[in-house]
């Protein structure tokens, strides 16, 4: 009898990068200096796929079944994940700094080393919401291309050339990332919810505190 796949606790996934692969990213987090990986797992990536729109809830099913039958390749599936997310960050951190030039060549080859690797189907599927997104479904390796979405997400960033409009959230403690889209170019936080609310409550305090003048 097969062994049934555990089920695992874990951060909530949070979508607020505008982008798929910029979510991809925020996964490996540090709200308020306390690290926290979403995807510590490989249980956990299926999830976060799952949770955005990258796979369906069947899929998930199956993929955490073979997970079980098929720990090594579960575990080979979190390392490529985890690499494929080392090369994005670098990217996003320092993809326009003094050493630009060899992160991206960096960060270029390692998608293309993914995108070279990858065979299946590329597919458009609907939604739940009434909308559309598209999925990979690969051929034969099971675990194969669950990266592949998230790459090709960054691929169209590069290609539309969005590198510019990607800022790190104004809060210092917050190390998430989210591409600008407002007209002004004006957008600060990562979250208005959280890191925006909490920069007005610190403001609020400070000006409280200052003396008040004859």
């Known amino acids: 009898m097969p062994q049934r796949p555990r089920q695992e606790s ?8 505008g982008r798929l692969w910029l979510d991809f990213v ?48 579960a575990t080979a599936a979190l390392v490529e994940t985890r690499r494929v997310r080392a090369a994005l960050r670098a990217l996003v951190e320092r993809g326009r700094s003094e050493t630009a030039e060899r992160v991206r060549d960096a960060a ?15 597919r458009v599927e609907s939604r739940a919401d009434g909308g559309y997104v598209r999925s990979f479904v690969p051929v034969g390796d099971v675990f194969g291309g669950l990266v592949i979405p998230v790459v ?19 809060d ?13 170019h004006t957008r600060r936080w990562c979250d208005m919810r959280t890191c925006g609310n909490r920069a007005k409550a610190q ?7 200052r003396p008040s003048r004859a």
């Open 10 to 17: 874990g951060p909530e996934p949070v979508f607020i990068g």
């Open 26 to 73: 925020n996964t490996d987090d540090a709200r308020l200096g306390v690290r926290v990986d979403t995807i510590a797992s490989f249980e956990q990536f299926v999830r976060w796929l799952a949770a955005a729109h990258v796979i369906d809830a069947e899929r998930a099913a199956a993929l955490l079944r073979r997970a079980a039958e098929q720990p090594s390749g």
């Open 108 to 122: 270029l080859a390692e998608i293309n080393r993914v995108l070279g690797r990858s065979v299946g189907t590329r």
């Open 152 to 170: 090709e997400s960054a691929v169209d960033s590069l290609v539309n050339d969005e590198l510019s409009r990607i800022h790190r959230c104004a």
């Open 172 to 184: 210092r403690r917050c190390p998430r990332h989210f591409i600008d889209l407002t007209r002004s």
């Open 203 to 209: 403001r609020s305090r400070q000006q409280g505190r």
